[in-house]
């Protein structure tokens, strides 16, 4: 099983600044069948990323994710208030699927 | 409009079973493959299963393997997952959600509201 170890665990930045988020992989994620999702307080995830560099349909060019092998990144320009929550990533490239164990992205 | 509907939740003691629904639509059900994810209360995400748009091929994460198994009706538009010898720590939110693109390997989008199942005694 691929684990996959997010950073940092809390992330605390204001409206406009960029957030960088890291996830390391145990082992290298076959294909970079690497995604990211974003899951608000009460609400279900919804991917933003995913083949570790492509936008899902209909998110904004704000967010960007890159890396391949075991180090990946989503990287967020420009924060909104909408973004805060937490973001997990999930490698697909190998059964199990697993998740990550998410960053929290608060608003300081 | 795509949708996904979770059904089946509910109160069930350790040890014994209950099967979950997904019902389908506003897509071509037949043509994707499908997931079965959790959320324990205030933790995070956990994969617990994947299926083949024609129901071949199915994978499992290693805390259900054995104990729960993921089927589909492609008649009825409908995704299961069958939960045997539930456990307490299986206590949580399970969402069904599509594969977006591709074939068995691919992420989850979107995804249904969530049923909730708590095991206690």
């Known amino acids: 099983e691929i684990v996959l170890t997010q950073s940092p665990g809390t992330l605390s930045l204001s409206p406009g600044e960029r957030a960088t988020l890291s996830c390391r992989a145990s082992q290298s994620v076959t294909y970079n069948y690497l995604a990211w999702y974003h899951q608000k307080p009460g609400q279900t995830p919804r991917l933003l990323i995913y083949?570790?560099?492509s936008r899902a349909t209909g998110i904004p060019d704000r967010f960007s994710g890159g890396g391949s092998g075991t180090d990946f990144t989503l990287t967020i320009n420009r924060l909104e208030p909408e973004d805060f929550g937490v973001f997990y990533c999930q490698q697909y490239g190998s059964s199990p699927y697993t998740f990550g164990q998410g960053t929290k992205l608060q608003i300081k | 409009q795509v949708q996904l509907v979770e059904s089946g939740g509910g109160v069930v003691q350790p040890g014994r079973s209950l099967r979950l629904s997904c019902a389908a639509s506003?897509?071509?059900?037949?043509?994707?493959?499908m997931h079965w994810v959790r959320q324990a209360p205030g933790k995070g995400l956990e994969w617990l299963a994947v299926?083949?748009?024609?129901?071949?091929?199915?994978y499992y994460g290693d805390s259900v393997k054995g104990r729960f198994t993921i089927s589909r009706d492609n008649t009825r538009d409908t995704l299961y997952l069958q939960m045997n010898s539930l456990r307490t720590q299986d206590t949580g939110v399970y969402f069904c959600a599509s594969g977006y693109r591709g074939g068995l390997e691919s992420p989850a989008e979107p995804w249904g509201q969530g049923t909730l199942v708590i095991v206690s005694s």
């Open positions: 083949g570790a560099s």
């Open positions: 506003g897509f071509i059900f037949n043509s994707y493959t």
């Open positions: 299926i083949s748009y024609d129901g071949t091929n199915k």
